[in-house]
């Protein structure tokens, strides 16, 4: 009965949009006039859309090179706050507050910090003789920043890492002490092997939160540009929808998403298979 809400929620928010999403992917819509059934006109129109295809390149591009960088950073640091102390309990907030900062806000506060003209970044690299980017205005540095800005929003996974490297029994790490093992192959035989399952589940969430979150910060620092350098398929959607009214071609290109997100948890999936880690729920309890 406690669950019922928690159905219903589901049920309205995720499963009956989506059903009505692959539905209007059929129909020539514009939210002014009664649908016109298009069969799999829309689905032809995006895949032969040189747009489309390019916003698939940069959200790939903005996936497969942040999620691993992300997991692994957010691995490294709950690793090394480990230990207990006043400081340490203020470095771990410091950690994860940039999560808990609204998409708007914190869009727009690397867009000043990224600020080719006055940004502190920039001044900074200036003040000790380095070339300063011109960041969001430049194609190669405009992926650069977005790269950046999503490497400091770790602060789930660094929690969920943290909460994993406690549970380890001690006395694996202690037992292989006393046989002479270092702290290395301690913990590239012991640590990293027992946390696994987690980086992979953690792997999975931010390939998905990369393909599907990034539009507000996107829009507010990129818009796309500059020449379509940081154009997405969120953006492409929106830009189909809400700019040329096409629902019909928005809700197919939406669809697309969803068939990328589930062909890059099933490589990592593969990935995961050939370390030997199942993905049941016996697996992922340390």
């Known amino acids: 009965m406690l669950l019922i809400p928690y159905l219903l929620g589901i049920l309205l928010l995720v499963f009956i949009p989506a059903a009505l999403s692959f539905t209007i992917a059929f129909f020539k819509y514009d939210a002014l006039s009664p649908p016109v059934w298009a069969g799999e006109l829309n689905f032809i129109l995006t895949y032969t859309d040189e747009l489309f295809n390019?916003?698939?390149?940069?959200?790939?591009?903005?996936v497969i090179l942040p999620v691993p960088l992300r997991v692994l950073g957010a691995f490294l640091l709950a690793r090394l706050m480990q230990r207990k102390g006043r400081l340490i309990s203020w470095l771990r907030a410091s950690i994860y507050i940039p999560s808990i900062i609204p998409s708007v806000a914190y869009a727009l506060a690397w867009l000043w910090i990224l600020n080719p003209l006055f940004g502190p970044l920039n001044l900074i690299l200036r003040a000790i003789g380095l070339a300063a980017p011109n960041w969001f205005s430049d194609p190669l540095s405009a992926k650069l920043a977005?790269?950046?800005m999503?490497?400091?929003?770790?602060?789930?996974?660094?929690?969920?890492?943290?909460?994993?490297?406690?549970?380890t029994p001690p006395e694996l790490e202690d037992a292989a002490r006393i046989d002479g093992a270092a702290s290395w192959h301690i913990f590239w035989r012991i640590t990293l092997p027992l946390l696994a399952p987690i980086l992979l589940l953690l792997s999975f969430r931010d390939a998905i939160l990369a393909l599907q979150e990034s539009f507000t910060a996107i829009l507010l620092t990129t818009n796309g540009g500059p020449y379509y350098a940081t154009f997405?398929?969120?953006l492409f959607v929106y830009e189909q929808s809400f700019d040329l009214l096409s629902f019909g071609t928005a809700s197919a290109a939406l669809w697309a998403i969803y068939a990328l997100t589930g062909l890059i948890i099933l490589v990592l999936y593969v990935i995961a298979a050939q370390w030997n880690i199942g993905t049941t729920d016996d697996t992922f309890i340390i």
């Open 232 to 234: 997405t398929l969120p």
């Open 54 to 62: 390019l916003s698939m390149q940069n959200s790939l591009s903005l």
């Open 146 to 148: 977005l790269i950046l």
């Open 150 to 167: 999503s490497l400091w929003q770790i602060g789930e996974g660094f929690l969920v890492s943290l909460a994993a490297l406690q549970d």
